[in-house]
């Protein structure tokens, strides 16, 4: 459970940051090798993904899917100093109990 954790986080924090970073250099003029480093980090998102010990792609990212954006919102407040309100963190709980019964539940 805690490494899967981990890959969850370590996995958000490439593909936010990788989008980041080509957002900085495509809106805010940044220079071209901050994209370049940008798409290398996306693409290592993509490989920090397979680690995950879960068998079922699709399952695994959408889980992916509610955690990013629970680490998103947390992007925004720490990174770019907007601070969520109520809606953004009762939107993000929301996805991370959703992360939860899909992974978690029980299977036959």
């Known amino acids: 459970m805690f490494k899967a954790i981990v ?3 370590l996995a958000g924090i490439a593909e936010i940051g990788g989008g980041y970073l080509i957002w900085l250099w495509l809106r805010e003029g940044k ?7 940008g798409g290398l980090t996306l693409a290592l998102y993509g490989v920090i993904a397979t680690f995950q010990a879960f068998p079922s792609f699709g399952r695994v ?3 992916y899917g509610g955690v990013f954006i629970f680490l998103s919102v947390l ?3 720490g990174i770019d100093k907007k601070t969520p309100d109520l809606y953004d963190w009762v939107g993000a709980g929301i996805c991370l109990v959703g992360v939860t019964v899909m992974l978690f539940a029980p299977r036959h």
Request: avoid cysteine; charged fraction near 0%.
């Open 7 to 9: 890959l969850f986080i």
């Open 31 to 37: 220079p071209s090798y901050w994209g370049l480093f």
């Open 61 to 63: 990212y959408a889980a």
């Open 75 to 77: 992007w925004g407040w």
